[in-house]
């Protein structure tokens, strides 16, 4: 998120849209998810968990958290 909207760091419970985030850069952000995660990603996740910590919590919930935690680490991500 924080890369999308040009920033070096983004607060885990800052709220993308608020922080300057817009629908264009959501698909592009799902885009990102899909291939670093190697998961289906929908828009709508993003606009009903808008901070990185809201949307962590929801990719995990969904999908196989330990899974997640290896590709993040392997990208050199974190969630």
């Given at each position: 998120?924080?890369?999308?909207l040009g920033r070096e760091r983004?607060?885990?419970?800052?709220?993308?849209?608020?922080?300057?985030?817009?629908?264009?850069?959501?698909?592009?952000?799902?885009?990102?998810?899909?291939?670093?995660?190697?998961?289906?990603?929908?828009?709508?996740?993003?606009?009903?968990?808008?901070?990185?910590?809201?949307?962590?919590?929801?990719?995990?919930?969904?999908?196989?958290?330990?899974?997640?935690?290896?590709?993040?680490?392997?990208?050199?991500?974190?969630?």
């Open positions: 998120m924080a890369a999308l983004l607060a885990a419970d800052a709220d993308f849209f608020e922080s300057g985030g817009h629908s264009l850069l959501v698909i592009r952000l799902v885009a990102r998810i899909r291939k670093v995660f190697l998961i289906e990603v929908e828009p709508g996740l993003v606009f009903e968990h808008a901070s990185p910590q809201a949307l962590a919590r929801a990719l995990c919930a969904a999908g196989d958290a330990a899974a997640l935690e290896q590709l993040a680490a392997a990208q050199g991500a974190q969630i």
